[in-house]
């Protein structure tokens, strides 16, 4: 199974500011890569995915994630952020069992706190 | 507007007590999970079943057990809930039926406490 690793546990960030969230994983294989969003209280919701193509990812709210297969990096990046952003971000990667099936592995997750 | 649903939202229970958490989906996913979610953790798969009368265990060892006796109802039962259990759960699904890799869809958890 893959393991997933994302660097900060807490980004503290003001409004406006530009956040980087980092997530490397374990295998370059073949694999399919997702962020997911938690606000507080709530589930897990997609922000985007990268399964083949284009290395620059967009998803919704203005986030999107480079891939880079050298680095086996997954990173997130929003150039500004709102209040409405706070939550916790979790990187998810897959492995490929089948044509169409996959298990994911998740990380730890970095809570993001946006500030005034 | 929410596809998978979780019930209860919270639970506070005493030791000893069997509990089943209610996860159904109105998606026709054939896939379903659950994963455990323990603050400043991962994700920990715990269950998952590939459809109808298939169940099987996940990356972490879990005492729950779960049945898949319908596509869109994968509950979790703890026959004796202890305080280690206290945990957040999450349900989630996905489709492999469908051309292409379909995201798995999360429903909102539930938050478990055992005192």
């Known amino acids: 199974a893959q393991s997933v690793t994302q660097l900060d546990s807490q980004v503290p960030v003001f409004e406006e500011a530009p956040v980087e969230l980092r997530c490397n994983y374990s295998?370059?294989?073949?694999?399919?890569l997702f962020w997911y969003v938690q606000y507080p209280n709530q589930g897990l919701q997609l922000l985007l995915k990268?399964?083949?193509?284009?290395?620059l990812v967009k998803g919704i709210n203005g986030f999107e994630a480079e891939f880079n297969k050298s680095q086996t990096s997954f990173h997130l990046r929003k150039p500004s952020v709102h209040i409405s952003d706070t939550a916790e971000y979790f990187c998810?990667?897959?492995?490929?069992?089948?044509?169409?099936?996959?298990?994911?592995?998740f990380g730890a997750g970095t809570t993001v706190t946006v500030r005034a | 507007e929410a596809d998978i649903y979780q019930t209860p939202r919270y639970l506070v229970i005493g030791t000893g007590k069997k509990i089943t958490l209610e996860c159904s989906q109105t998606?026709?996913?054939?896939?379903m999970y659950w994963y455990q979610q323990d603050p400043g953790m991962e994700l920990h798969l715990i269950h998952y079943?590939?459809?109808?009368?298939?169940?099987e265990k996940g990356d972490l060892s879990s005492e729950s057990t779960v049945s898949r006796i319908r596509t869109e109802h994968f509950p979790l039962t703890l026959e004796s809930a202890r305080p280690s259990h206290t945990s957040q759960y999450l349900c989630?699904?996905?489709?492999?039926?469908?051309?292409?890799?379909?995201?798995?869809?999360f429903g909102s958890g539930t938050r478990l406490t055992v005192v």
């Open positions: 079943s590939y459809g109808v009368n298939s169940t």
């Open positions: 990268y399964l083949s193509g284009s290395t």
């Open positions: 998606m026709g996913h054939d896939k």
């Open positions: 998810a990667v897959s492995d490929r069992v089948g044509s169409n099936d996959y298990k994911l592995s």
């Open positions: 295998s370059s294989v073949s694999v399919y």
């Open positions: 989630a699904s996905s489709d492999s039926t469908r051309q292409g890799v379909v995201p798995y869809t």
